[in-house]
């Protein structure tokens, strides 16, 4: 069958500019005020000796209460908000390393698949954030976060548990690797997210999402022996 000429052309179109947008040089500078307001917090207040880590994106940035979440225990926030796991990865050294944690808790994975970035991909730079933990934390344990269903990216649900599983997968194949399912709970009985767990953007958790968010990463830190186990 001859597909007519502009179809042809508009194929043809569409491919060259998925080529380019593919090309586009990476550029993470958006987040270097962010990273050195941390670092000037750091010099004037050092953060805790071996804290577990909680980083990534801004469902991490905006968990403000999350030491007292995980009470008795020392927890140190440095999430910045927008970043996917190549932001992770380019700021490693400064965001993750300086403070030799004793668990790295991370959720990224949602920004990367709402710009149209494949959950293989985002597996892809999972895994070199593994890679790049076991050489330079030798040892560290880390929790990948499910990443989260919302309303407002209600279209990415299915890319959402395809990476989802990636990670899971990861998590079984890699020591001292635990997935923590921070999807299902903060779904309706319908399977879709819940509007009470959200504020009104339809993207970020409310406390109450965060709550619903505790037990399974209370889950995994006990499994890790970082938490007593539940009464």
Known sequence: MRVPFPQVIAATLFMILS????AEPYDPSEFEPEIRKYEI???RTPPPSHPILFTGSSSIRLWTNVAATFPGELILNRGFGGSTF???LFYFDRIVLPYHPRAVVVYEGDNDLARE???ASVAADAIEFLDRMERQLTGTPVIFLAV?????RRTLLKAQQDLNDRLKALARLRQSVLFAD???PILDAQGEPDPQY?????LHLTPLGYAAWQPAISA???QLHLLPPTP
């Open 182 to 184: 921070t999807f299902h």
């Open 220 to 222: 995994a830190l006990q």
């Open 86 to 88: 190549k932001d992770l």
């Open 41 to 43: 917090v750091d010099r």
């Open 117 to 119: 970035v494949s959950a």
């Open 19 to 22: 080529d380019l947008r593919a």
């Open 148 to 152: 989260k269903p919302s309303p407002k």
């Open 198 to 202: 959200f504020q009104p953007d339809g």
